[in-house]
């Protein structure tokens, strides 16, 4: 807006410029009917076979809006590749780690026993929920009707997706007899404390405060049981670590791939073999995943994630995520013991 005041001298020019230029944006993405889709009827007539009214699904959708936004946010979604020291400082902040050991202290009961029913740490649980929506402050602005009808009918490569999470949130919205209009979320869909697609919602939520209803958008207690859930049912181990620090060359071995989000593959003789020594004992034949973290421009941190960490990646696919999820967790219970000491 300065450069269009400076080019045209401020006066009935710069008006001329900036309407030429909102002409433009207005042509290039052109008003969109959604209810004129004919992917519309077909969605209606699959969920009604699954029992939903079809005069309800019609006023949903009569409530849609098709969204130019969400389209440009998911082409924007891949970032430039930020180093871990770069990502690191996104979440661990000493106000995400503090309000996350008021979070635990909150819920003490409630993460308890989700510890003791799934095997997942309390500190994990509220790491995820800190990471995804800072406990719970964060939860989208964006309809979810909007953005799944959006996403199911116009993006060009991920429709057929888009399309099953828009069945799945009608069949949620109907079964928690809620507006779909009415529910908020992430541009790609993701809703609630833990931000569950519908269809993990469907297979991972669970109604922990047993009210009858499974409800991620404003029940803390459902959301911290469905997250606990959705790590047991992926093979989070009872007891088991995350990771392990190492120690290894200044240059990473080009004999290993690091950094991978599949299934741990290689063992720690493998990674011995190479200069990585486990700054603790060891069993030569347990599998791992090889990790090199950027510390700063010219140091990496090597560390060896089990299973577990395996496991963080299944909610989001980023070697990142998974490492500042786990290093939040650690912060939060070191947090909540100084607050304890203390008082």
Request: aromatic residues 10%; charged residues 20%.
């Amino acid at each position: 807006m300065n450069r269009a005041r400076k080019s045209a001298g401020g006066g009935l020019g710069a008006v001329l410029l900036v309407c030429s230029i909102q002409a433009m944006a207005e042509q290039a993405h052109e008003p969109v009917n959604l209810q004129e889709n004919e992917g519309v009827q077909q969605l209606i007539d699959e969920v009604a076979a699954q029992g939903v009214p079809e005069a309800w699904l019609r006023h949903a959708f009569a409530e849609a809006n098709y969204s130019q936004g969400v389209l440009d946010a998911m082409d924007g979604a891949a970032e430039r590749r930020l180093r871990w020291f770069e990502y690191r400082d996104i979440f661990l902040t000493r106000q995400r780690i503090e309000e996350g050991a008021a979070f635990m202290q909150v819920h003490a009961d409630t993460l308890a026993r989700a510890e003791e029913v799934y095997g997942v740490p309390g500190s994990v649980v509220t790491a995820i929920i800190g990471v995804e929506t800072y406990y719970g402050r964060h939860k989208g602005q964006h309809r979810v009707l909007d953005s799944l009808s959006t996403l199911a009918f116009y993006h060009p490569s991920r429709g057929d997706f888009f399309r099953g999470e828009l069945a799945a949130f009608l069949e949620i919205a109907y079964e928690q007899e809620v507006d779909p209009a009415e529910l908020y979320g992430s541009y790609a869909g993701a809703m609630g404390y833990p931000q569950f697609i519908p269809t993990s919602y469907q297979a991972y939520a669970v109604d922990f405060d047993g009210d009858g209803h499974r409800d991620l958008w404003e029940n803390s207690v459902d959301a911290i049981g469905s997250v606990a859930n959705y790590f047991a049912e992926h093979g989070w181990q009872r007891g088991g670590a995350v990771y392990h620090e190492a120690t290894g060359p200044e240059e990473l071995p080009e004999a290993l791939v690091f950094n991978q989000t599949s299934a741990p593959s290689i063992t720690v003789a493998d990674v011995k073999a190479v200069g990585i020594e486990p700054q603790e004992s060891l069993d030569d034949t347990l599998r791992v995943v090889p990790l090199a973290f950027e510390m700063d421009e010219e140091h990496t941190r090597y560390r060896l994630g089990e299973n577990n960490f395996y496991v963080i990646t299944r909610y989001n696919h980023s070697h990142l995520y998974a490492m500042a999820v786990a290093e939040l967790a650690e912060a939060i219970e070191q947090q909540v013991e100084q607050v304890e000491e203390q008082g």
